[in-house]
Each structure stands twice: as structure tokens, then as C-alpha cells.
């Protein structure tokens, strides 16, 4: 009985049936056999070998005669920027800066600490003091210290403030007492602008009335105009009926006549309406 492995036909049978059917069907006549590929590939082998063995003969013999000398590796470094200085006269130039090699004075800072509050000699605690626990005698001394602290610092702040806010509550006063003052005047101008428009309404009422103007009536001291308009109208028969009542205005106008004027001065007019 045959073994499963003979069923299976060799690798090599198989190559060269599957070549002979992709020649028979895209190579035409060409023969592509898988006999001639270890040919081919042996001789390429021995080609390969023999240009090896070629290499490493010549190696042999140029490191028998003379060592070939190690090349160096070559590097590319990008060129530097050198930003323009400025010497001593002020002028801008270009190029490398001159290492300084004097020494440099810095100003050293060394910070200055004011103590709030420096005791005495007899006030200095001793060792045994320092060494011992807090009693609630020290914490008392502790917090009647910090309230003497506090009150002396809200005494300065309060003085501080006092001198501060003094010299504003003074001008505030002023301010308020040229306020009171500057009210005052507005109320008597007030007063004022209300009996000129008064007048002025009262001037242009009077101005529209229908007065007339009456010539030659004598002129006498404490006389009364709106009496002699009217008897003078009904003398001359130009109004007989009129009464003094309907006389609403009658006085003369123009400057009164001085007594040197004359034993018979000219009469002002008279105006009545």
C-alpha cells in the first residue's frame, strides 16, 4: 500500500507542468522549462563568487602593501549671525565682539530690615526663658503687647486721618456757605425779573391805549390833569357828557418848567386816555 506522501506527485513535476501550460497558452514557441534555472542561476552564483573572491583578493593585497588612510567626516555648519555693535563712540558696526576680560562692579543689594520694635536690654528674655514652655502668663503678656501694638498704630492712622479730612470739612463749609449766599441772590433776582416783565407788560399796554394829547391848558402846582382834561372838554362842547371817571390816564409830559422861565411860561402837554 502506498504511503499518503507518495500519492502526491513531486515539486518538480508540478513546476514543469504548470510553466508548460502558461507557455502553451501566452508564449507561443517559447520554451520557458524550469531545467534551464539552475543553470542560469548556478552560473550567476559562480559569477557572483568569483567577483567576490576578486574583491577580497585585491583587499588583500592592497592592505598587504600600504593601509588606506581613514577619511575624515565633513561637516556643514551654518554661518553665524553677528548682530551690530556699538563702541564706545556710538557708532554701529559689524562684527565679532571682543571678549571683555575686566572684571565688572555690580552694585551688590543687601536689603535693610527696620525692626517695628527693639526691647531693651532689661527686656531681653534669658536662655531659661526661651527654653521653658508658653504659660498663659506669656500668652497674656502676648496679646496685652498686640493690643499696645494696635492702639498706638489706630492712634497714627486716626491723627493721620484727622489732619487729612480737617482742611476738606473747611473748604466743604465754604462751599456750602457760597451755595446758601449764590441761592439768596437768585431769589432776589428772581423777584426783580418778575416786577421788570410787570413793567414792561404794563409800558406796552399803555402804549396800545387810545390817548390823545391836549395843548394850552395852564399849568398850575398840585394840579390834577384827568379834572381839567375833562373841563376843558366840556367847556369848548367836545365831549359835554364826560365824567372824571371815564378818564382812565392824564398827566403832562416833558421836563417840569423851571421858575426863572418866565412870568408866563409855555404849558406842558397833556396826555389822557
Not at 39 to 51: E, H, K
Amino acid at each position: 500500500m502506498a504511503s499518503p506522501m507518495d500519492t502526491h506527485q513531486p515539486a518538480n513535476s508540478l513546476d514543469q507542468s504548470a510553466n508548460q501550460s502558461w507557455s502553451s497558452q501566452f508564449s507561443g514557441n517559447i520554451d520557458y522549462s524550469p531545467q534551464q534555472i539552475p543553470q542560469t542561476t548556478s552560473t550567476t552564483t559562480t559569477f557572483t563568487n568569483s567577483r567576490v573572491s576578486n574583491v577580497n583578493m585585491n583587499n588583500n593585497t592592497m592592505s598587504s602593501s600600504s593601509p588606506l588612510p581613514q577619511r575624515q567626516p565633513f561637516v556643514i555648519r551654518p554661518p553665524a549671525f553677528i548682530p551690530p555693535v556699538q563702541n564706545e563712540g556710538g557708532i554701529m558696526v559689524r562684527g565679532p565682539r571682543m571678549p571683555n576680560n575686566s572684571p565688572m562692579n555690580i552694585p551688590s543689594h543687601t536689603p535693610q530690615v527696620h525692626p517695628v520694635h527693639q526691647l531693651s536690654p532689661q527686656q531681653q528674655p534669658s536662655q531659661e526663658d526661651l527654653n521653658r514652655p508658653p504659660t498663659i502668663r506669656d500668652l497674656i503678656n502676648l496679646q496685652q503687647h498686640f493690643d499696645g501694638m494696635f492702639q498706638s498704630h489706630h492712634a497714627s492712622v486716626e491723627k493721620y486721618v484727622n489732619a487729612t479730612i480737617q482742611p476738606i470739612q473747611k473748604k466743604v463749609v465754604s462751599l456750602e456757605t457760597q451755595n446758601e449766599l449764590l441761592k439768596a441772590d437768585v431769589a432776589s433776582l428772581q423777584v426783580e425779573v418778575q416786577d421788570l416783565r410787570f413793567a414792561c407788560n404794563h409800558n406796552a399796554q399803555y402804549s396800545r391805549r387810545s390817548t390823545i394829547r391836549i395843548l394850552g391848558i395852564p399849568e398850575t402846582d398840585s394840579e390834577n390833569c384827568a379834572e381839567k382834561v375833562v373841563k376843558a372838554l366840556i367847556d369848548n362842547n367836545v365831549h359835554p357828557g364826560m365824567k372824571t371817571d371815564d378818564v382812565e390816564v392824564a398827566h403832562r409830559v416833558g421836563r417840569a418848567n423851571r421858575p426863572t422861565a418866565g412870568a408866563n411860561p409855555k404849558p406842558r402837554h397833556i396826555i389822557g386816555g
